[in-house]
DNA sequence: CTCCATACTAAGCGGTTGCTTAGAACTAAG
DNA sequence: CTTAGTTCTAAGCAACCGCTTAGTATGGAG
């Protein structure tokens, strides 16, 4: 109960689902299928771990894939924001900052990025046509930013959707890798990664961090 | 059965899988933990796809568990070979080879590199810790690589690990995001890659490739 | 031919799965 | 107090899971 205390407060993505039993079910739920899959998860896995008996899930929700979507649904629509929430600046500042937060989102909440970035295939048709939508956004948010970049002169970029490409790879494999006892901090992880990409990008790096 | 036979032919890896049977029911495995992931793989899905009944897997190997652990361990030891069998040259050419040949090898083989990267989770402890061994060379070699650049002065990386890291992470991710059908061949990606990671070292590419 | 090992299948067993049903406990309005 | 609505549980159903058993077909050795 003390975890899923600490998730509760920790994340406040989770804010806007209620009631708070359906709240907590979705967390556990995130918990379960970060750590086994979602295939290897069981309902009754799911409702134990919210401290429910099984028949509970269905209350407020129809389908155990139905649980993953919001989860994958509410990860997505976090991550893009965290994207898009980065404060206006040039453009190595700015692509800067926003590979450092986004790294910094999958080790933080690599919980729910494991779900996000590695459950995809278990959608339903329509589900995954939603969230293959919001997948298009992020990339586009980020490519807009390399393009920015390179058409101020401040970055060099022979392949503009190649280096979006391996940027984005490198920040959502972080989820995969990243172990919470680990040496690195997720504030660590932003700032390697942030000086990393620009370095790839040829930019000089601001001493501003 | 043509998909099967094709699958032999390219992938030379499995040949050392004896009796042919065996091989068959590998591959098929292989295939199905990569398209849905092995927790909703069920033996008959592999069996039917080897064009078997479903006894007949427990013929070759013992466990659904056991197929797992013979595609990652041939896998993980396939990949790591791909990395040591780079011609000896200078720190930067030699890099940069690998590098091109490790991502382009999980584009090539990205439903075996999937199986590899993604089902770690569902192997059992001892073999698991077999595995984690041939994990732990992979990247060895890799940083090995780094640093050695590093102490001819060829390249600039203030965090050695952390580049190791962002290296490894990079080619591994080419797995969940490569689709045979898309606009970048395997060896664009070895080639993209490859340009990228010197960035990334800030070392001057080399004229020859 | 007999003998025997190997490679396979048909059938099915015990256990688990996602999900449903029937009803209990609680809350709040009239 | 009654009533209605909501949230939960106990019990269980049909389907499916990994794996086993019993038996058949094949082919090579003597």
Redesign the interface.
């Known amino acids: 109960m003390t975890t899923t205390r600490e998730f509760e407060l920790l994340d406040s993505a989770w804010a806007e689902v209620s009631p708070p039993a359906a709240r907590r079910m979705l967390i556990a739920a995130a918990a379960a299928f970060a750590?086994?899959?979602?295939?290897?998860t069981t309902t009754r896995d799911i409702a134990a771990l919210a401290g429910m008996s099984p028949a509970a899930v269905y209350i407020h929700y129809r389908t155990k894939e139905d649980l993953l979507f919001q989860i994958s649904r509410i990860g997505h629509t976090t991550s893009l924001a965290v994207l898009t929430g980065v404060p206006d600046a040039d453009p190595v500042t700015r692509l800067a900052t926003a590979v450092a937060a986004f790294a910094r989102w999958h080790a933080e909440h690599h919980t729910t990025a494991r779900v996000v970035?590695?459950e995809l295939?278990?959608l339903t048709g329509p589900h995954l046509e939603q969230v293959r939508v919001l997948r298009r956004r992020i990339e586009g948010v980020l490519r807009r930013m390399v393009l920015d970049g390179v058409r101020a002169g401040v970055f060099e970029a022979?392949?503009v959707p190649?280096?979006t490409?391996?940027v984005l790879?490198?920040c959502?494999?972080?989820a995969?890798?990243y172990q919470p006892g680990g040496r690195?901090t997720p504030e660590d992880i932003g700032a390697?990664?942030a000086d990393?990409v620009l370095?790839?990008?040829?930019a000089e790096t601001p001493q501003a961090r």
Chains 1, 2 share one sequence.
């Open positions: 750590g086994k899959g979602y295939h290897a970035q590695y295939a278990a022979p392949d190649g280096a490409l391996a790879s490198l959502i494999d972080v995969r890798w690195r390697l990664y990393l370095r790839m990008l040829h």
